[in-house]
């Protein structure tokens, strides 16, 4: 194959345009799905079923599996958690299947469900997917999850700081204008991308329930090696 | 009113998640319909109908209309011209109705229809198009109208040098997320917007088909004073 490209897709909604079914496609919710079905995944977690709605996840509840669900940055009632990562830590974790709906990150992994590969990224796994991507000879897609499908800022730093990587590799990488944008984006993001966040409306609305080290940690590189795959509808820990 | 918001929408496929009726909305295509657009109401245009198919073009062309269209970035066999700024100077566009049709620009247009204002910008008519955004007490969408429904990075340059002009009145407006990736974004651009756009995809389309001059014209601020708006389907001069 002659280069592959590098595209990124900023929201779920518009996920048909750039549909690619031969393409491995990144799927980004970094405050905080992505970032927390990471470290689920380094704390044991056996498989994650992303579901759309709450009522499917309730479904699941009631046929006795774990099930977690967030809508509106809390997790909803009559679930045991949200999305927060330190909620995906500890014993209770390990070995379990866990059932999970929130609001951006299932949308887009739903939207994506039919690319030859889907995966997870997080600033938590971030290298182990660059290199993972680098290994591949396959155009490479960067979904946003955003927030209800509007661009949003923390995932585009993230898509950008992948870029980063990826161009490092000119011979095997051919960017898109959209992944052209987020390389110029994360050159002034790069050297504090705390403060480059600062206004992001996200991080304002996390910030003010409280979820300060939740953004903290979801912008922590490299945390795990896993990368969580897609397959038969379910996350799971990917061989590689 | 409190601040107003700027917002930035990518692709006209993703307008019903930014639709909000009471903003005006910036339709940008900068290669080359909005700028093209512009260069004709400098050059004494009295009406433009955008329309979004060939076959709508054709039928204003047997009624007797001036009528031109562009696809692929090409004029549509059967029509005098597509949407070459160069097309739209001289005695043949003063005081004439036009019905354009093009590639991404009136698909844009025609999403927008419903929206408090739809106006055209184009860095042909930037300082216009800011000082009119400062004098209204309304939100703004940045309208870019992309290639085929993606992304594309001389649209998101404009857009990020109207956000420019914008943040500097910070007590009108506040800027959400996709606005604030502009911001970011134009730092980078703005000491050679050219260089910038060097691997731009639809830069690379036009200088394949020998189009240099346009793209240069098309990145040449202010020649006009002019603001196309929307009026009854139609884009007229706007008097303020």
Same sequence: chains 1, 2.
């Avoid at 730093?157 to 960017?175: D, I, N, R």
Wanted: proline residues 4%; contains cysteine; charged residues 25%.
């Amino acid at each position: 194959m002659s280069q592959a490209t590098v595209d990124a897709c900023f929201s779920p909604y518009l996920y048909p345009v750039y549909r690619d079914d031969n393409s491995v496609v990144v799927i980004i919710d970094i405050l905080r799905a992505t970032s927390a079905i990471c470290t689920a995944f380094e704390h044991g977690v056996e498989k994650i079923i992303p579901v759309a709605t709450v009522e499917e996840a309730r479904e699941y509840q009631a046929k006795g599996y774990l099930a977690a669900a967030e809508r509106e940055a809390v997790p909803v009632e009559g679930f045991p958690f949200g999305n927060s990562p330190y909620s995906y830590m500890g014993d209770h974790i390990k070995g379990q299947t866990i059932v999970l709906t929130t609001t951006n990150g299932t949308q887009a992994i739903n939207a994506a469900k039919d690319a030859h590969k889907v995966i997870i990224g997080a600033f938590t796994n971030i290298s182990a997917v660059c290199e993972y991507l680098v290994a591949q000879d396959r155009n490479v897609l960067l979904l946003c999850s955003g927030w209800k499908n509007k661009f949003n800022l923390e995932d585009a730093l993230f898509a950008g700081a992948v870029t980063e990587q990826l161009v490092k590799h000119p011979e095997k990488f051919k960017l898109q204008d959209a992944a052209l944008a987020l390389s110029y984006l994360y050159q002034q993001a790069k050297e504090d991308p705390l403060k480059f966040l600062s206004k992001a409306s996200h991080k304002e609305r996390l910030a003010k329930l409280g979820l300060k080290d939740d953004i903290k940690y979801c912008l922590q590189p490299d945390q795990t090696r896993e990368i969580p795959v897609l397959e038969n509808g379910a996350l799971v820990r990917m061989k590689w």
